[in-house]
């Protein structure tokens, strides 16, 4: 390796580490468990419809064979052996379409409206996901459009019953763990462990009829959550620091590039289901009435080929990302090499519902990356 | 009006009103808008810095300041008509309103101008976020040292700004020299892309250098300075990209790892000079 290059890596990975320990600590206090208690699987229901008459509950429920969080009706509609959602629960702070504002002939009208909501059931891959979209939000300038709304909810995290055909959660940014939830339940033999985290979550006690875990019961859910990281179909092999140094080195290697994306539609469909993407497009509409209207933001995703055109008039256009293979890169330099330095990890969970949404199946981050690292799944580049 | 959000929480996407005091089209397809915010507060700002601009109902677009913040009570924007949203600002006029979030993003280091030799390098409409900064010089003309302009359009109907270039033309305090790819009849001056313009001049390795314009202008101005021997840290370029939120958030402007609207969008081509998306 020349020189310079070799220079280049060996800074990268300070800069990495020395970001890694300066890193906010925003959710420090959901780190450590507040208490731990039982509730026996015949009382969840219960719990569920004394939440629900209290505060909306957003949680995994069926669609057709597949799942998504939606608000629930009632206790019965939840799905906690759900393998994946097709959305991811940010939704809930940040959803498809959210309003920003309200304008009329008097000007215009801030539209945020935090309500209070519980999301219920979150897998600890979708809270890492949650946990860097509140770091993103909150940097420079906050964004209380989001924030208002992820303040104002209760998180519960949910362990996973079933695994998705393409998950790779426990081969991902392992040093990470998930900070932004106020409670975890855990299903075990005879009903579900419960910790809080905070008061927030603690609060949630007086709606069932919790007891305190015993010994065995938490010693059974912390068993229960260490296996299920066992069965992950697909597995990325490389440290989170490597990932940064080489993917970011591969950047001028567009023969890859092109070939990575050379069977893509530019669809945008990893983009639209990943729990970390939070790229937007603001848009106006007008009321029927003419006179008012909303101004909005609505999801965008960097691989459709229209995302960094700028207009130059007369029909003209300058595209900063014109082909395929540019926009892919992007992607993967986002995920993989400028966010994980930035935040300690790769801005990617391992949920795999890019893996499985992508039509041609090109968008798995584990095919993509063990290439361009190298490994057992796929040769070196 | 105005500001009229029940809810307490800042709002990051809230606009302000502002009233155009003056609306002049410069070309077909330039306006040229003289601006004063309706709450009656001063617009605080510093040259090479942006606002996004809206009108309800059609949308937002990214816009340089192109008045000096020397020049108090009102500031200036130039609109070209290039989509639906420039299009409906265009069709304003003195006494209507628009709306503004401002100030966005990074200007000029005036810190690394102040006391040195300095360079613009303008082409076509990077003249606007420009003027900005060459109010601000002309008027601080003492804390500057040698002061040279360039300007170069495709032809001399696209020139901008003209009764500035016509007190430039003729200024002590600022050397001007102006170029136009194609001339026409009544062109006299220089003809040839802007940096046949160097020839005419002598430019000192301490300068400090400004360039905005078409994507394409910047390495081959970058090409002459290096030749010059200005350090690439004095080197100052003024990018555009879509910056639809303009709080580095939307991800539009990125490029490479940063994003223009907020890293930029003027930056020290030593930071940019490594980005594989800064110049295509």
Redesign the interface.
């Known amino acids: 390796m020349p020189v310079l290059v070799q220079l280049n890596c060996d800074i990268r990975i300070i800069k990495f580490i020395y970001l890694m320990l300066k890193r906010p600590l925003t959710s420090a206090a959901r780190g450590t468990a507040m208490s731990v208690y039982f509730l026996k699987e015949s009382d969840l229901t219960f719990f569920l419809g004394r939440l629900l008459a209290s505060s909306p509950v957003i949680a995994p429920v069926a669609k057709k064979s597949k799942f998504v969080f939606a608000e629930l009706g009632s206790a019965a509609e939840l799905r906690l052996d759900y393998d994946v959602t097709l959305l991811p629960p940010k939704t809930a702070f940040f959803p498809v379409k959210q309003k ?2 309200d ?1 009329g002939p ?9 309500r209070k909501q519980v999301l219920f059931g979150v897998h600890f891959y979708d809270i890492k996901g949650i946990d860097m979209l509140d770091q ?2 909150a ?7 989001y924030l ?1 709304n992820r303040e104002a909810t209760t998180v519960v995290g949910s362990s996973i019953q079933k695994v998705s055909s393409r998950a790779f959660f426990s081969t991902v940014g392992t040093d990470v763990q998930p900070r932004g939830h106020d409670a975890f339940l855990t299903h075990v033999t005879a009903g579900y462990v419960f910790e809080t985290r905070t008061p927030k979550g603690e609060a949630l006690i007086s709606f069932g009829s919790f007891e305190k875990a015993t010994a065995a019961q938490i010693e059974e859910a912390a068993g229960v959550n260490a296996a299920v990281l066992k069965r992950c179909p697909e597995k990325l092999e490389h440290s989170s620091e490597l990932i940064a140094v080489k993917v970011r080195n591969a ?2 290697n567009e023969e890859l590039w092109t070939d990575l994306a050379k069977d893509c539609f530019s669809c945008g469909s990893c983009n639209i289901v990943c729990p970390t993407c ?7 509409r ?1 009321n029927l009435d003419q006179v008012s ?1 909303t ?1 909005h ?1 609505t999801w ?1 995703a ?1 691989l459709t080929n229209d ?8 029909g003209g256009s ?1 595209n ?2 014109e082909r395929r293979g ?1 926009r892919f890169r ?1 992607r993967m ?2 995920k993989a ?2 966010l994980n ?1 930035k935040l300690g990890g790769p801005a990617c969970v391992g949920c795999g519902r890019c893996s499985a949404g992508c039509v041609p199946d090109i968008a798995d981050p584990v095919r993509i990356i063990n290439r361009i690292v190298g490994g057992r799944h796929g040769s070196s580049v | ?7 307490t ?7 302000e ?1 502002a009233e155009i005091v003056r609306a002049e089209f410069m070309t077909p ?1 330039e306006k040229h808008f003289t601006l004063r915010l309706k709450s009656g507060k001063a617009m605080v700002f510093e040259p090479g810095q942006m606002l996004e601009v ?1 009108l ?5 677009i990214p816009i340089g300041f192109a008045s000096s913040p020397t020049r108090k009570g009102t500031f200036d924007i130039v609109v ?4 639906r949203v ?1 299009s409906a600002l265009n069709r304003l006029e003195k006494g209507d309103s628009l ?1 503004v979030r401002a100030p966005l993003g990074k200007g000029f280091d005036l810190e690394k101008m102040r006391g040195r030799d300095v360079l613009v390098v303008a082409g076509g409409i990077g003249l606007c976020p420009t003027r900005s900064l060459i109010n601000y010089i002309l008027d601080r003309r003492s804390e500057f040292g040698k002061f040279t302009l360039f300007f170069g359009t495709k032809t001399p109907k696209d020139q901008l700004f003209r009764e500035d270039l016509a007190q430039w033309r003729i200024s002590k305090n600022v050397e001007f020299h102006e170029t136009v790819d194609r001339a026409d009849e009544n062109w006299k001056g220089n003809v040839g892309v802007i940096t046949t313009l160097f020839k005419n001049t002598t430019i000192s390795p301490d300068t400090v250098a400004v360039i905005c314009g078409p ?1 394409v202008m910047y390495k081959f101005v970058i090409r002459d300075l290096d030749r010059i021997g200005i350090a690439r840290d004095r080197i100052f370029v003024d990018l ?3 910056m ?2 303009g ?6 402007c ?4 940063l994003y223009v609207c ?1 890293d930029g969008p003027v930056f020290p081509y030593s930071k940019v000079q490594d980005r ?2 800064a110049f ?1």
């Open positions: 920003l504002l304008f008097d000007g215009p009208k801030s539209a945020i409206t935090p993103l939000f940097e420079g300038h906050r964004d209380n459009n208002a950047f001028a939070y790229c937007f497009d603001v848009q106006d007008w209207g101004r933001r965008d960097c995302f960094s055109k700028v207009s130059l008039g007369a300058e900063f990302r540019q992007h330099m986002r090499a400028y330095e | 009006m105005g500001h009229q959000c029940k809810s929480i800042e709002n990051l996407f809230m606009p009103e397809a809206s309800f109902g059609f949308g937002e070209r008509s290039v989509g420039s709306w994507p555009e990209r879509r639809k939120c709080v580095g958030k939307c991800g539009h990125q490029m490479n790892d907020m594989e998306e295509g």
